[in-house]
């Protein structure tokens, strides 16, 4: 691949972003042996971040435009690897159907991938059109192919990783000029029907009793059952209180984490494990450098050479604030929990695979900034 590399390519290349990226993934190692020290996820983390490492340099160092032009192929292909997972290839892991298991290829969730093709396609959509306020056909049209992956994501059911494409479609709609009326008609009809749902779900029984608690757990919390759906809230503010202001100081006979209080460690709670062992310093630390990161990454996209290039950058950049937003609400016991990874974080070859591509596509876009 060096050899391919014209050195235009290496002198262009944004190393800082780069750099950035891998800074907060071996972070994230780190939290992860300190979640779980006797397991193996820190050194299946390493080998992720190699892998993923292979995938973001195969894309920054491609045309973007080519890879857009071919989103519809890699749409398709998202859509059926979604569908094979409501299929018996489909495998069930904490009660969720998400991940597929293929000869070869391994277990992996699919609904991580498919974000890319999303955007891809998303973006050759509205990135062809001609700059003027999106018509309701326009719309209609980016809402249904937004509506093909979250479709069968629901389907899983994954509610929590069906969320995290909604930032996608807001991002395409608001810099392809949506008309104030249709963003003032869907904050009145979310007023109205977010309300009215809740409560015709409940009395119904369509909204499960466990899905109502991990509600209540936010806004009534004596109401839940503290060794129930309560639990997650409870000992994950717990442990972020615990780290205090500089952290355990690698105290592991003391940690929650260590001592299974605390599930799902080094995955759904990451933040959380990273409060409990470097304190508020390490947690501001850690949302300064992901504020920079997405701060470089932005940049791009005000200096990418065409609008799809912009409009990619810029999904990427919302779906990364809206799941760091709600990864760290989760921890902090102020957002329901839904099951969202930290970004570069939370272990899982999916999660930091998918990122790492994402971010690839991103310095591929800066790189061609001054080519037409």
């Not at 590399?5 to 300190?34: C, M, Y």
């Not at 018509?135 to 979250?150: C, D, K, N, Q, T």
């Not at 940690?255 to 310093?281: C, M, R, W, Y």
Request: aromatic fraction near 10%.
């Amino acid at each position: 691949m060096v050899a391919i590399i014209e050195k235009r390519d290496l002198r262009d290349f944004d190393w800082p972003t780069a750099l950035l990226a891998l800074t907060i993934s071996a972070f994230g190692v780190w939290q992860i042996h300190n979640a779980l020290p006797t397991e193996s996820y820190w050194s299946k983390q390493i080998l992720g971040i190699g892998i993923a490492l292979v995938a973001f340099l195969v894309v920054a160092f491609n045309d973007y435009r080519r890879i857009i032009d071919a989103a519809p192929v890699f749409y398709i292909a998202g859509l059926v690897m979604l569908f094979l997972v409501l299929t018996p290839l489909g495998v069930q892991v904490n009660g969720q159907k998400a991940w597929l298991k293929l000869p070869v290829v391994g277990q992996f969730q699919p609904s991580e991938f498919v974000k890319i093709p999303t955007v891809l396609m998303l973006a050759k959509y509205f990135g062809a059109r001609k700059a003027k306020s999106l018509s309701l056909r326009e719309m209609l049209i980016g809402g249904a192919i937004f509506a093909g992956p979250v479709s069968l994501i629901i389907l899983e059911p994954d509610a929590g990783q069906a969320i995290t494409y909604f930032p996608i479609l807001a991002a395409m709609f608001f810099l392809s000029g949506i008309k104030v009326r249709y963003v003032v008609l869907a904050v009145v009809a979310a007023a109205i029907f977010i309300p009215a749902a809740w409560h015709f779900g409940v009395k119904s029984g369509a909204i499960k009793r466990y899905q109502q608690e991990r509600i209540l757990a936010i806004t009534d919390p004596d109401s839940v059952d503290p060794r129930g759906y309560g639990y997650h809230t409870i000992q994950s503010t717990i442990t972020v209180g615990k780290g205090g202001l500089t952290g355990i100081k690698g105290e592991t006979e003391t940690s929650q984490s260590v001592l299974k209080f605390l599930p799902e460690p080094h995955t759904d709670f990451i933040f959380a494990v990273t409060a409990e062992n470097t304190g508020f310093i390490g947690c501001v630390s850690l949302l300064l450098a992901y504020a920079l990161l997405l701060s470089r990454m932005i940049a791009g996209a005000r200096e990418a050479s065409d609008r799809a290039g912009m409009l990619v950058i810029m999904a990427i950049v919302c779906g990364m604030v809206f799941q760091i937003f709600m990864n760290v609400g989760m921890a902090l016991g102020v957002l329901p929990v839904i099951g969202v990874p930290l970004p570069l974080m939370s272990a899982g070859l999916s999660a930091i695979l998918s990122t790492f591509v994402a971010i690839g596509f991103v310095i591929s876009v800066k790189l061609r900034r001054f080519v037409n």
